[in-house]
Antibody, heavy 122, light 107 residues
Framework: QVQLQESGPGLVKPSGTLSLTCAVS?????????WSWIRQPPGKGLEWIGD???????NYNPSLKSRVTISVDKSKNQFSLKLSSVTAADTAVYYC???????????????WGKGTTVTVSS | DIQMTQSPSSLSASVGDRVTITCRAS??????LNWYQQKPGKAPNLLIY???SLQSGVPSRFSGSGSGTDFTLTISSLQPEDFATYYC?????????FGQGTKVEIK
């Protein structure tokens, strides 16, 4: 059973770079799935950040695209998120998730990490 | 971007009630619609994919319907563990977008 675990600094300074890692256990990151990052500001809804396929193909939210990089490290069975030039508006719980193709191109986020809180503050 | 709009934003219901939540897409998304449940302090959990397919392990009191732009999540008999926030999400195109959420509270 695949499990995901986010890790990284809980506090980032304004204008700095947020860096998070999602470790995949119980399965291989090289399986034919997309791997996603989603965030949730305090008291608000869910926002998709982007995802990556094992071959390195990526999709990013246009609202964040200029600041986001998602990468995969197959040797460590993990994928990562970097978000640059952060402000207080980037304070949120950050989740990683597996995006599986269920059938006929229908995809869904069927496995989620527990989430990690990142606060942007000096 | 495809905008997803849920209604209501919140509702109060009693155990045993039938509950219906609606999600509308700003353009047709066929059946590329997922539903998630999120409890406080927890990650979202997939309930329904492809508008009407029940995810493995999810109780059969949950059901989904709809196609095109209008979708519905129904809980046939609300249980104490169902009090949570529910989100719809379209998987038709990127950016992948979520509805704003519907909070189901105890009456």
């Amino acid at each position: 059973q695949v499990q995901l675990q986010e890790s990284g600094p809980g506090l980032v300074k304004p204008s700095g770079t947020l860096s998070l890692t999602c470790a995949v256990s119980g399965g291989s990151i090289s399986s034919p799935n997309w791997w996603s990052w989603i965030r949730q500001p305090p008291g608000k809804g869910l926002e998709w950040i982007g995802d990556i396929f094992l071959g390195g193909s990526t999709n990013y939210n246009p609202s964040l695209k200029s600041r986001v990089t998602i990468s995969v490290d197959k040797s460590k069975n993990q994928f990562s998120l970097k978000l640059s030039s952060v402000t207080a508006a980037d304070t949120a719980v950050y989740y990683c998730a597996r995006l599986s193709t269920m059938f006929r191109g229908v995809t869904s986020m069927d496995v989620w990490g527990k989430g990690t809180t990142v606060t942007v503050s000096s | 971007d495809i905008q997803m709009t849920q209604s209501p934003s919140s509702l109060s219901a009693s155990v045993g009630d039938r509950v219906t939540i609606t999600c509308r897409a700003s353009q047709s998304i066929s059946d590329y619609l997922n539903w998630y449940q999120q409890k406080p302090g927890k990650a979202p959990n997939l309930l329904i994919y492809g508008a009407s397919s029940l995810q493995s392990g999810v109780p059969s009191r949950f059901s989904g319907s709809g196609s095109g732009t209008d979708f519905t999540l129904t809980i046939s008999s609300l249980q104490p563990e169902d009090f949570a926030t529910y989100y719809c999400q379209q998987s038709y195109s990127t950016p992948r977008t979520f509805g704003q959420g519907t909070k189901v509270e105890i009456k």
